[in-house]
């Protein structure tokens, strides 16, 4: 069975600076990985995703994730924080694109002025 | 192309009554999935439809139903309610081996 342990349930974080929010997961087949975001009252949205090719893969607002194998882990990142970003975050695992996803417990970033 | 859309976006019923919550997919998404998200919690998920079939449950009672018609809209069934059904209520549609694409939930409250 998949699971995925987000490792922080808060993380507050200045305007401005860097940011790390860590996800791992165990799955004893290959995986494909999400981060999804979810702002106050909303439903979730897909943030990026990682099913195959290129490790690295980067959203449209500066968000990164790095898919690392043989640490089973997909931590998001971003280089500078604004207070938009504050929300909850959501990491998410399947087999493949199509069957159900495994959500983490979530992570809320706070982004301080 | 519209977006995966769920009505209503709030609703209260009384424990033991029923309640069907609607989705209606995004354009051309043949699969549509149901999630529980309860408050302070991850999604959880509660079963998937493809092409009118159910292909995937997860760890819910029976209580808990669903429908996927030939338009691909979906309704979840939730009978008997209980207290711990409060929950929002998510539904997500995807075309095969594509991601999921979320609407912004059903909140149920159950007093």
């Known amino acids: 069975a998949q699971s995925v342990t987000q490792l922080d349930s808060q993380v507050p974080v200045f305007e401005e600076a860097p940011v790390e929010l860590r996800c791992n997961y165990s799955?004893?087949?290959?995986?494909?990985l999400f981060w999804y975001v979810q702002y106050p009252n909303q439903g979730l949205q897909l943030l990026l995703k990682?099913?195959?090719?290129?490790?690295l893969v980067k959203s449209i607002n500066g968000f990164e994730a790095e898919f690392n194998k043989s640490q089973t882990s997909f931590h998001l990142r971003k280089p500078s924080v604004h207070i938009s970003d504050t929300a909850e975050y959501f990491c998410?695992?399947?087999?493949?694109?199509?069957?159900?996803?495994?959500f983490g417990k979530g992570t809320r970033l706070s982004v301080i002025a | 192309e519209t977006g995966v859309t769920q009505s209503p976006t709030h609703l209260i019923k009384t424990r033991g009554q029923q309640v069907t919550l609607r989705c209606s997919s995004q354009?051309?998404?043949?699969?549509v999935s149901w999630y529980q998200q309860a408050l302070g919690q991850g999604p959880q998920f509660i079963f998937q439809?493809?092409?009118?079939?159910?292909?995937g449950r997860g760890n819910f009672p029976p209580r808990f139903s669903g429908l996927q018609f030939p338009n691909y809209s979906s309704e979840l069934n939730v009978n008997a309610l209980e207290l711990d059904d409060s929950a929002l209520y998510l539904c997500?549609?995807?075309?095969?081996?594509?991601?999921?694409?979320f609407g912004q939930g059903t909140r149920l409250t159950v007093v």
């Open positions: 997500a549609s995807s075309w095969v081996n594509t991601e999921a694409f």
């Open positions: 799955s004893s087949v290959s995986v494909y």
């Open positions: 990682y099913l195959s090719g290129s490790t």
């Open positions: 998410a695992v399947s087999e493949t694109g199509n069957t159900p996803l495994v």
């Open positions: 354009s051309g998404h043949n699969t």
């Open positions: 439809y493809y092409r009118e079939e159910e292909n």
